[in-house]
């Protein structure tokens, strides 16, 4: 260990988004951080797409200027043939991002460097010691050992999962390879908005394309396995054809497109059993992998970092905490893969009925904790009442108890009262809300009362929030 390195306070293994914004928002905090990365290979970097609702998590991370500064090529939507042969174009509201990743990850290490993290780049992380004082990372830099110590360890290291990986549960009927074949077009793509991702399933996988300029488009084949025969050269490239021979769409988006390169990654999908202890956590990809369909793998790993983040912040700062903390995290990160689970697996359904393969029937019946709230039908009921109704009294139920629970406050966990079971629902603050209903008689006016009181909500969550309230016996009501 340098002597520099006595007092730091968490390491980060992997300069990815998730590395980059953790590293970026504990500096920012206070905290001394290094990050270890290796240097990405850019031949291999994947182009992808970012809903418009990344800007929020990019915006709390304090990189959105950044990233709309960079001429990141902008996307007004998608359009798919998701288990059916028409064209079903999405628009969005505002306008999302299509990202060569080298680029984007490029600028997030830059920012994380320029907040003062420590980055470490040409690095290989090897073993890492997680003991009850602190932890101990063994690592190679442009090939020579070192090694660091420090308090924490973030582990980023994505799909490598440096410490990640003893924990690993790998989802088994989504085991799946992408081959990615990058294209090159000077005339243009035939889509009614060439700016769009698009999307198709076929019988035994599914494909997607996403441009990263006017010209250049990378289009992947979502595959049954770990890996194909071949992982380069002429091989791969046939496997890659042969896919892509299979599709409608995407034969006629590349039809005149010229082939530059083939690669293939590992795409299958996986959690992880712990996610956090007092001395490390696991963020973005390294915690849990969800399926490239839903285009939230990157939007994921930033909110997964920022949790990450305020959950290091608070076990640096209070060590009497940790283990509300970690309780609170790994909760967390459970939830958000349940949640994507789910709707892998509803997509899957829709696909199964189309295509009859096992590919599809695997993931159609692929096994997930049923979704508590919103789908139940007495809270149907009850927001099917509250929407109808003109006016309405609220009152908190005579026999409500409270009880402790974790809340974040400015950047740190910390224990609130909270109603049993149910604290937050879609960052909506059940118990604020609760006492904010009582004090008007119609819905428009909570809402407008609870977004000054508290910060702007969607109004669905806000009327959700309400109905899980009144579901649970919290709020009594009298239309
Ligand atoms: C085929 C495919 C398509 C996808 N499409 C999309 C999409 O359209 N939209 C989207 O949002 N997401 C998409 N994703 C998901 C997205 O790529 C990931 O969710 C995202 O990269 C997670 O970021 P991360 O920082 O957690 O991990 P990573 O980006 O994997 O970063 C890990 C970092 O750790 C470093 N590292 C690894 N091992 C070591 C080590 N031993 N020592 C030091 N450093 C190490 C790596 O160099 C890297 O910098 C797709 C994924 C795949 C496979």
Redesign the pocket.
């Known amino acids: 260990m340098s002597a520099a390195d006595a007092n730091i306070d968490a390491v980060v ?9 953790a590293a970026r928002l504990l500096t920012t905090w206070g905290h001394d951080v290094v990050v ?5 290979d850019r031949s291999r970097g ?6 418009p609702s ?1 800007q929020r998590v990019l915006a709390e991370v304090g990189v959105l200027d950044a990233v709309d500064g960079a001429g990141f090529y902008r996307s007004t939507g998608n359009t798919s043939c998701w288990a059916s042969r028409e064209r079903r174009v999405e628009t969005f509201g505002s306008l999302g991002y299509q ?1 060569f ?1 080298p680029d984007f ?1 490029r600028l997030l ?1 830059d920012r994380a460097a320029a907040a003062g993290a420590d980055v470490r780049e040409g ?4 073993a890492v010691r997680v003991a009850d004082d602190g932890v101990r990372v063994d ?1 190679t830099l442009n090939g020579r050992p070192s090694s660091t110590s420090a308090q924490l360890v973030i582990d ?7 410490v990640a990986r003893r924990m690993r549960k790998y989802e088994p009927s989504y085991r799946t390879y ?1 081959i ?1 074949g990058v294209w090159r077009s000077d005339d243009g793509w035939e889509l009614s908005d060439e700016t769009h ?1 698009v999307v198709e399933t076929f019988e035994h996988g599914w494909a ?1 394309s ?1 441009p990263v300029d006017r010209s250049t488009r990378h289009v ?1 084949a ?1 595959v049954d396995g770990t890996s194909p025969r071949a992982a380069t050269g002429r091989e791969l490239e046939a496997a890659y054809r042969g896919e892509i021979a299979k599709t409608v769409e995407m034969r006629r988006l590349l039809a005149g497109a010229g082939l530059l390169r083939v690669f293939a ?3 299958s999908l996986y959690s992880s059993r712990a996610y956090a202890g007092p001395r490390f956590l696991l ?5 849990s ?2 399926d ?1 369909l ?9 909110a ?2 920022w949790m990450a983040a305020v959950t290091a912040h608070t076990c640096l700062l209070h060590p009497d905490r940790r283990p509300v903390a970690v309780d609170f995290f790994s909760n967390w990160e459970r939830q958000v893969y349940a949640a994507s689970l789910r709707h892998s697996r509803d997509f899957a359904r829709q696909a199964s009925e189309r295509h009859p393969h096992p590919f599809w029937a695997a993931r159609a019946g692929v096994d997930v904790p049923p979704q508590d709230d919103m789908d139940a039908p007495d809270v149907r009921a009850a927001f099917e009442r509250i929407k109808g109704a003109s006016s309405i009294a609220f009152r908190l139920a005579d026999d409500v108890r409270l009880e402790k629970a974790a809340v974040i406050r400015d950047h740190e966990i910390v224990v609130e009262d909270a109603f049993p079971g149910i604290r937050f629902f879609e960052n909506v603050d059940l118990v604020k809300l609760a006492h904010i209903a009582c004090q008007h008689t119609r819905v428009p006016d909570v809402f407008d009362a609870y977004c000054r009181a508290q910060s702007p909500a969607p109004l669905p969550s806000v009327i959700a929030g309400l109905c899980l309230l009144v579901t649970k016996g919290i709020l009594q009501t009298r239309a």
Not at 123 to 126: F, L, Q, S
Not at 156 to 162: F, P, Q, T
Not at 283 to 287: C, L, N, P, R, V
């Open positions: 293994i992997g300069g990815g988004p998730a590395g980059s914004a270890l990365t290796t240097t990405p994947l182009a992808e797409s970012l809903p990344t990202i990743r990850d290490l690095t290989r992380v090897g690592y980023c290291s994505g799909r490598a999962g440096v992408a990615v991702t997607w996403v992947g979502m990654c590992d795409a963020a973005g990809d390294a915690a992998f969800i490239p839903s285009s939230f793998g990157v939007k994921k790993a930033l997964s970092a």
